[in-house]
């Protein structure tokens, strides 16, 4: 059973439907992350309601982001089942970890074979951030730091492994292309997404290291979240403001003179920039606490100008990269997955959807984020075979699923949005 976290009749904005739509789905939501409990862990998407080919038997695996992102947005639940597979993900993953220090993308359900890459063979960085992320999560909400402790040289091998992709000292990751969640994308080098989450596994782990009583490594990490954040806002923020900082501008600080910016961009490299937006790295940059709220109002008000909850909540990229377009990439047609408005390309995402509902509400719009909530549960409902198949995505202008059945992280989204929206004041620290 869960606590009582989610009152729907105390939407007085909503009418009755509306409000019978989010206790459905609510319900509904819990089945469908049941429906990805495995011994092993969560699966990424429901193993009995999914046909696989090709490369999609990777689908049934334990995957370290999937899988912790679940953890993290089900701490709230006293399902002991949900417990138990929350606990098993990350033993699964940590079993596997290289020497190096490397976490696996994901561990083959069926045999226990890890894949460390991701398409193509190039190394997944997201997955090992969102271990130690959802890892001190799990520990702080269950106060209970004996799965950190067993774990805790094998999680400063990968907090080692991780810090070398800063290969020149400046703060920020360098990324090789096509490394984290869109791993059929073009992004590479200074990616937001990727350098949002290093600044959070900086400061878990700060807490990690306090909780196990080493305060000094502790201190070193905490001193490296305040450079890592500096040098984020400067490099994504694109700004006319002089900082009087005494440092002298670089080629790659005056590449990209776009005035003054309305959203964090996208990537930034020595040679290169990208001013998409990126809808999912915006949302967590204000929901880890890395960006101010003043700030994430302009980035709101772009982003609710552009639509990108139209037809529903929300598009991962905006706007998406047309054929043609210098961003293009010739391996975007790979299963005809990256078309523009499909997937990674500006496709619709429930899980994205879920922060989006999330980071209204954290901005003091509780009534306009109950009305993008019903969306997002109106997009939950829709199904290929049936209603509430909690979609992996969807097409970004029809709306329609594309993606696999009982996505675990899709479900898992909607039930943080409804305990954030009920249960959680918009001024408590922030978390994930």
């Known amino acids: 059973m869960a606590k009582i976290h989610f009152r729907p009749e ?17 319900l509904r939501a819990i089945e469908a992350v049941r429906k990805n409990v495995t011994p092993s862990g969560f699966s990424a998407c429901s193993l009995t309601d999914n046909v ?36 098993a993900t990350f033993e699964t993953l940590l079993s596997k970890q290289s020497p190096t220090g490397q976490i696996p993308a994901n561990v083959r359900i069926e045999t226990g074979q890890p894949d460390y890459a991701g398409v193509g063979g190039i190394a997944s960085i997201d997955s090992v951030m969102w271990i130690i992320i959802g890892l001190v999560h799990l520990c702080e909400a269950r106060d209970d730091w004996s799965l950190a402790a067993r774990h805790a040289a094998g999680l400063q091998r990968a907090m080692d492994w991780l810090g070398a992709h800063d290969s020149n000292g400046c703060g920020l990751l360098e990324i090789p292309e096509a490394s984290d969640w869109a791993d059929l994308f073009g992004f590479s080098y200074h990616v937001l997404y990727d350098e949002v989450l290093w600044y959070r596994t ?29 040098k984020f806002l400067k490099t994504f923020w694109p700004t006319t403001v002089q900082e009087n900082d005494g440092e002298c501008s670089s080629f790659t600080d005056t590449q990209y003179s776009l005035g003054d910016a309305r959203y ?30 003043d ?38 047609t790979v299963n005809l997955l990256n078309l523009p408005n499909h997937y990674h390309n500006g496709g619709l ?27 997002l549960a109106k997009l939950c409902k829709l199904g290929q075979a049936q209603p509430w198949e909690f979609n992996e ?40």
Not at 10 to 26: D, H, V
Not at 214 to 230: L, M, P, Q, T
């Open 349 to 375: 995402w429930p899980f994205i959807g879920s922060m989006w509902v999330r980071f209204i509400y954290r901005l003091g719009m509780p009534e306009l984020a109950q009305r993008e909530l019903v969306k």
């Open 264 to 293: 964090l961009v996208a990537q930034v490299s020595p040679f290169s920039f990208s001013w998409r937006c990126d809808v999912c790295g915006n949302l967590l940059a204000y929901l880890t606490g890395l960006l101010d709220k």
């Open 202 to 230: 900086i400061d878990c782990f700060v807490r990690l290291a306090d909780k196990l009583g080493d305060h000094e490594k502790a201190e070193g990490y905490r001193k490296h979240a305040a450079f890592v954040r500096k």
């Open 52 to 87: 696989v080919y090709g490369t999609d038997a990777n689908y049934r695996s334990v995957w370290a982001r999937d899988g912790a992102i679940t953890a993290l947005w089900t701490l709230d639940l006293e399902d002991e089942d949900i417990r138990r597979a929350q606990v």
């Open 393 to 432: 995505w969807h097409h970004g202008t029809t709306g329609r699923p594309m993606g696999k059945h009982y996505q675990a992280w899709s479900a898992a989204g909607f039930i943080r949005a409804c305990h954030d929206l009920e249960a959680v004041p918009s001024e408590i620290s922030h978390a994930i």
């Open 295 to 332: 700030r994430a109002l302009m980035t709101f008000r772009f982003l609710w100008g552009c639509g990108v909850n139209d037809p529903w909540p929300v598009k991962n990229l905006y706007p998406p990269v047309q054929a043609g377009d210098p961003e293009w990439r010739s391996y975007y």
């Open 10 to 26: 105390e939407y007085r904005s909503l009418n009755q439907e509306e409000r019978e739509l989010l206790a459905e789905g609510y």
